[in-house]
């Protein structure tokens, strides 16, 4: 089934690849994408307080294996004051809750839908078997069924779901309702998250709201002094647009998310809001203690990238993690760039700063009301005992004598038959086509090409950044990734070696519009 053949069903036939081509050139500075502005009336920044999403109690637990339960539903939350907003939320809330787990210990997540919508559910980070790694054709239909039992593709055209529960062509599995989500767990401390993923709707689905925080410790995170409790906190860094009555703005081509997927013409580059929301609050303010703190940056946006810097200037963030868990020993960052789905553990030691401070964390690719991302204000001194030590922990480094073989992957917009498209190596992305085979436990060079901002991330292992554009890594490569920023023109090569499962997994863009426009592969292991 080649499920992508006629991408003018989206309607790009107006289109030519010279002036699909343009539509860049408006983008903002160090962006792929299009701004949408807000109608709403909104709040003065830092006034509104930062919420820190709830952590998420097991529903039982047994000697190997916490299990837990999230209904994804449809709420009405107060993100701008004094307005509300419709949200897909997993458990009705922007974020979803957060689940904690521990390295080695199961966690089996049961995902109710009760939205109007099919889902798919990934968790970003997860060493996780196929089954439960959230491919886009593996969808929880709604509770009381979906009417028409298949699923929307590109232009209406419709794949059959073999009556509304079972295998769909492509091979994947569909349920009614509910489905379990089992998690092993075989990885090292981490910040992941979790996020709809379903195919050619992951754009709006998240944009809605379907995106919460999955950490992970283990015992050699646990033995280190880093500052936890209440200062340990994950900050889900996402850009919206609102209407005047404070409904999300994003240019579906179908509003309802059910027949045609991705969104309107000028979009096509990405979706870009003029509102930034940490933990689902606009520009927020959270008071601190002059003690250390840990924030956990995650970039949860469609398709912003953000140049993060503390004001006042030349303060630093001691960065301690990223991806893939701790680094080997922490750095000293001026900025933190992060691209979608990336993230940064960090450390800032609020006690350089006499109480009543303000310290601003802003967005240098940002402009007016983006460049603005929340503030921190220092309440007063307080007992601190953390630090950050010399060693973290040991990463092991993948060398390029190691590589079995080197694989090319190709970012670029380019014509399918009449009509522009976002392709790999010249391809649309088709669900039951494997584009690799991989051998699991071997190490391989994958090397990733790109026209403009493509942040590659790829499903089942993290990798090592080996090189760019023939050089060494950049600034902010360090540790175990998941999620690359390749800038325009730019050749990046990382050493990945997958392990322990088989199945098919995904390759694709996470600029989210993107992603919903065909920008994804497939590869199988074995």
């Given at each position: 089934m080649n499920r992508r053949h006629v991408l003018g069903a989206l309607g790009l036939s107006a289109l030519g690849v010279a002036s699909f081509g343009g539509l860049?050139?408006?983008?903002?500075?160090?962006?792929?994408?299009?701004?949408?502005?807000?109608?709403?009336?909104?709040?003065?920044?830092?006034?509104?307080?930062l919420p820190v999403p709830l952590v998420a109690r097991p529903v039982r637990t047994d000697g190997t294996t916490?299990?837990?339960?999230?209904?994804?539903?449809?709420?009405?939350?107060?993100?701008?004051?004094?307005?509300?907003?419709?949200?897909?939320?997993?458990?009705?809330?922007?974020?979803?809750?957060?689940?904690?787990?521990?390295?080695?210990?199961?966690?089996?997540?049961?995902?109710?839908?009760?939205?109007?919508?099919?889902?798919?559910?990934?968790?970003?980070g997860g060493h996780t078997p196929a089954g439960s790694d959230g491919y886009p054709t593996d969808l929880i239909l709604p509770t009381a069924g979906w009417p028409e039992h298949t699923h929307a593709m590109d232009g209406g055209a419709r794949m059959p779901l073999a009556g509304g529960a079972g295998m769909p062509m492509d091979g994947g599995t569909v349920t009614v309702g509910r489905r379990d989500y089992t998690y092993p767990m075989r990885q090292r401390a981490a910040t992941?998250?979790?996020?709809?993923?379903?195919?050619?709707?992951?754009?709006?689905?998240?944009?809605?709201?379907?995106?919460?925080?999955?950490?992970?410790?283990?015992?050699?995170?646990?033995?280190?002094?880093?500052?936890?409790?209440?200062?340990?906190?994950?900050l889900m860094i996402t850009d919206r647009a609102f209407a005047a009555d404070g409904s999300f703005l994003y240019p579906s081509r179908d509003w309802m998310l059910r027949t045609v997927g991705g969104v309107t013409d000028p979009y096509m580059e990405g979706v870009l809001g003029d509102v930034i929301l940490v933990n689902g609050a606009p520009w927020p303010v959270l008071e601190v203690a002059a003690a250390r703190y840990r924030l956990?940056?995650?970039?949860?946006?469609?398709?912003?990238?953000?140049?993060?810097?503390?004001?006042?200037?030349?303060?630093?963030?001691?960065?301690?993690?990223?991806?893939?868990?701790?680094?080997?020993?922490?750095?000293?960052?001026?900025?933190?760039?992060?691209?979608?789905?990336?993230?940064?553990?960090?450390?800032?030691?609020?006690?350089?700063?006499?109480?009543?401070?303000?310290?601003?964390?802003?967005?240098?690719?940002?402009?007016?009301?983006?460049?603005?991302?929340?503030?921190?204000?220092?309440?007063?001194?307080?007992?601190?005992?953390?630090?950050?030590?010399a060693s973290l922990s040991h990463v092991e480094p993948l060398r390029r004598s190691q590589a079995m073989r080197t694989r090319d992957w190709r970012f670029r917009r380019a014509p399918t038959g009449e009509h522009p498209g976002w392709l790999i190596n010249d391809r649309a992305f088709d669900p039951a086509r494997m584009d690799a085979d991989v051998t699991l436990g071997d190490v391989e060079i994958w090397r990733f090409t790109s026209d403009l901002h493509h942040p590659v991330h790829t499903h089942l292992n993290s990798f090592q950044v080996l090189s760019r554009r023939g050089g060494g890594p950049g600034p902010h490569d360090l540790g175990w990734k998941d999620t690359v920023d390749v800038v325009p023109s730019e050749n990046v090569e990382v050493l990945v070696r997958f392990t322990d499962y088989v199945g098919r997994y995904l390759l694709h863009c996470h600029n989210l519009e993107h992603e919903d426009m065909a920008m994804m592969a497939a590869f199988q292991t074995r």
């Open positions: 860049a050139l408006s983008s903002p500075r160090g962006q792929t994408g299009e701004l949408l502005r807000s109608r709403a009336r909104l709040p003065e920044p830092h006034t509104v307080p916490d299990f837990y339960e999230i209904t994804q539903r449809e709420a009405d939350v107060e993100l701008l004051p004094g307005l509300r907003t419709r949200i897909f939320g997993y458990d009705g809330i922007f974020p979803g809750p957060t689940i904690v787990s521990r390295g080695g210990r199961t966690t089996v997540v049961t995902h109710h839908n009760e939205l109007p919508v099919p889902v798919a559910v990934h968790l970003h992941l998250w979790y996020h709809d993923h379903r195919m050619d709707f992951t754009g709006p689905q998240v944009y809605r709201g379907l995106a919460g925080f999955h950490l992970v410790t283990d015992d050699e995170e646990a033995a280190l002094p880093l500052p936890g409790d209440d200062r340990d906190i994950p956990r940056l995650l970039n949860a946006s469609n398709a912003r990238r953000y140049q993060l810097r503390l004001a006042p200037a030349r303060t630093p963030f001691v960065q301690i993690g990223s991806d893939g868990g701790l680094l080997d020993h922490p750095v000293e960052q001026t900025a933190i760039m992060l691209a979608p789905g990336e993230r940064a553990d960090v450390v800032v030691d609020f006690a350089a700063f006499p109480p009543g401070s303000a310290v601003t964390v802003d967005n240098a690719l940002g402009a007016g009301s983006t460049a603005r991302v929340m503030q921190f204000r220092v309440t007063g001194r307080a007992s601190d005992d953390s630090h950050v030590p």
